[in-house]
T-cell receptor, first 113, second 113 residues
Framework: DVKVTQSSRYLVKRTGEKVFLECVQD?????MFWYRQDPGLGLRLIYF???????EKGDIPEGYSVSREKKERFSLILESASTNQTSMYLC????????????FGSGTRLTVV | KQEVTQIPAALSVPEGENLVLNCSFT??????LQWFRQDPGKGLTSLLL?????REQTSGRLNASLDKSSGRSTLYIAASQPGDSATYLC????????????FGKGTKLTVNP
């Protein structure tokens, strides 16, 4: 069964910590995406990558960075975690010009205290 | 700028009822439209993907239709069950090479036994 795997389901970090969220897909997808989801605000795109070492800012990139060194792995980095980054983080992947749609991971609930 | 709206935000029905969830989008130049299901605290599960050239897609008790000219899609759920309780989101991908999906905020469905 093809899938997108997020390394942690729940994560609690302290303010100011550097946080890494990892996402791995086994479908040979070119595109990978990071979203955050908050009540009342829906899903908002943070960053996406359309190829290894390529990245593009989404709608809310401030306070985040990303890394894509291998095709199957896309990491989201919170350089200095803040309480307003407490959220559900969702990773997704797709083929270029994807006729097959997006596949999502199971999400990481991050709490910053 | 593409905007996706889902009305109502919440819906409660008795078990066994047939129901329709609505999705509207402002720009008809879409590449495809995807319906997802999200259980509380979980990631998104793809239900149906409709290409711009298609009018509908079916999977089991689910049927999704697409009317590009009017900017509308519906998700029909036949003979609803308590296990169908979840939030349903629709998302559109624009034509012209954009790899990004634009999401609605979802309809939270509760099916009462």
């Amino acid at each position: 069964d093809v899938k997108v795997t997020q390394s942690s389901r729940y994560l609690v970090k302290r303010t100011g910590e550097k946080v890494f969220l990892e996402c791995v897909q086994d479908m040979d997808h070119e595109n990978m995406f990071w979203y955050r989801q908050d009540p009342g605000l829906g899903l908002r795109l943070i960053y996406f990558s359309y190829d290894v070492k390529m990245k593009e800012k989404g709608d809310i990139p401030e306070g985040y960075s990303v890394s894509r060194e291998k095709k199957e792995r896309f990491s989201l980095i919170l350089e200095s975690a803040s309480t307003n980054q407490t959220s559900m983080y969702l990773c997704a992947s797709s083929f270029h010009q994807g006729a097959y749609g997006y596949t999502f991971g199971s999400g990481t609930r991050l709490t910053v205290v | 700028k593409q905007e996706v709206t889902q009305i109502p935000a919440a819906l409660s029905v008795p078990e066994g009822e047939n129901l329709v969830l609505n999705c509207s989008f402002t720009d008809s130049a879409i590449y495809n439209l995807q319906w997802f299901r999200q259980d509380p605290g979980k990631g998104l599960t793809s239900l149906l993907l409709i290409q711009s050239s298609q009018r509908e897609q079916t999977s089991g008790r689910l049927n999704a239709s697409l009317d590009k000219s009017s900017g509308r899609s519906t998700l029909y759920i036949a003979a609803s069950q308590p296990g169908d309780s979840a939030t349903y989101l629709c998302a559109v991908r624009a034509q012209g090479g954009s790899e990004k999906l634009v999401f609605g905020k979802g309809t939270k469905l509760t099916v009462n036994p």
